[in-house]
T-cell receptor
Framework: GQQLNQSPQSMFIQEGEDVSMNCTSS?????WLWYKQDPGEGPVLLIA?????ELTSNGRLTAQFGTTRKDSFLNISASIPSDVGIYFC????????FGQGTELSVKP | NAGVTQTPKFQVLKTGQSMTLQCAQD?????MSWYRQDPGMGLRLIHY???????DQGEVPNGYNVSRSTTEDFPLRLLSAAPSQTSVYFC????????????FGSGTRLTVV
C-alpha cells in the first residue's frame, strides 16, 4: 500500500540543538500533516500544510510542504526536554495514512 | 470536554479470548477510526466510520470487527485474540472525513499471551 517514509528513524540530541526530519512519498499529496506523540499518549496535531512550497510555523516548530508535493520537512529550533516523543508525518488517501515516525530523545 | 476516551488502558488476553476495546467521543464528530501502533510501523488503520451506521475496512482489518450504532461510540472487537494482535490501539475522531486534524485517545495497550 501507499507508504510514507520518515527519516531519521531516531535522533539523540543535546538540549538547545536544532532538529530536522523529513517525510517522503513515491506519489503526490495535496495535504501534509505533522503529529507529535508524547510518551504514553495519543498523537496530537502540530501543523497542517495545504499548498506546495508552504512554510508554516508553530512556536519553535517549522514545517514545509515540498515543492514536488512528494515530501515534507519538520524543523525544531532550540530543542528542550519536553520535545521528546515520536513525530509522525501523515497524508490523506481518502483516509489518513502515517509514516513510521521519528523518535526524538533530548539530553538535558 | 473529555475528547476521545478509550478504555481499558491496559489489557492482557489469552490466545483465543475475545474482548471489546471501547472508544467514546463527546465532540459530535462524524468520523471515527481505529489504528494500531507497532514499533517501526507507524500507525496502521484498522477500521473507520464516516457516521452512525456506516463502517468500512482499513489497511489491517482481519481479526477485528466494529459497529457504529451511535455518533459517540465506536467499539473495536477482537473475535479470537492472537499474539500478532499485541499492540497499542488508538481511536481517533474528526468532525468529518475530510478534516484530517484528528483527535486521538490515549490508547489501549493490549498484550496477547
Amino acid at each position: 500500500g501507499q507508504q510514507l517514509n520518515q527519516s531519521p528513524q531516531s535522533m539523540f540530541i543535546q538540549e538547545g540543538e536544532d532538529v530536522s526530519m523529513n517525510c517522503t512519498s513515491s506519489s503526490i499529496f495535496n495535504t501534509w500533516l505533522w503529529y507529535k506523540q508524547d510518551p504514553g499518549e495519543g498523537p496530537v496535531l502540530l501543523i497542517a500544510l495545504y499548498k506546495a512550497g508552504e512554510l508554516t510555523s508553530n512556536g519553535r516548530l517549522t514545517a514545509q510542504f515540498g515543492t514536488t508535493r512528494k515530501d515534507s520537512f519538520l524543523n525544531i529550533s532550540a530543542s528542550i526536554p519536553s520535545d521528546v516523543g515520536i513525530y509522525f508525518c501523515a497524508g490523506p488517501r481518502g483516509k489518513l495514512i502515517f509514516g513510521q515516525g521519528t523518535e526524538l530523545s533530548v539530553k538535558p | 470536554n473529555a475528547g476521545v476516551t478509550q478504555t481499558p488502558k491496559f489489557q492482557v488476553l489469552k490466545t483465543g479470548q475475545s474482548m471489546t476495546l471501547q472508544c467514546a467521543q463527546d465532540m459530535n464528530h462524524e468520523y471515527m477510526s481505529w489504528y494500531r501502533q507497532d514499533p517501526g510501523m507507524g500507525l496502521r488503520l484498522i477500521h473507520y466510520s464516516v457516521g452512525a451506521g456506516i463502517t468500512d475496512q482499513g489497511e489491517v482489518p482481519n481479526g477485528y470487527n466494529v459497529s457504529r450504532s451511535t455518533t459517540e461510540d465506536f467499539p473495536l472487537r477482537l473475535l479470537s485474540a492472537a499474539p500478532s494482535q499485541t499492540s497499542v490501539y488508538f481511536c481517533a475522531s474528526s468532525p468529518d472525513r475530510w478534516n484530517y486534524g484528528y483527535t486521538f485517545g490515549s490508547g489501549t495497550r493490549l498484550t496477547v499471551v
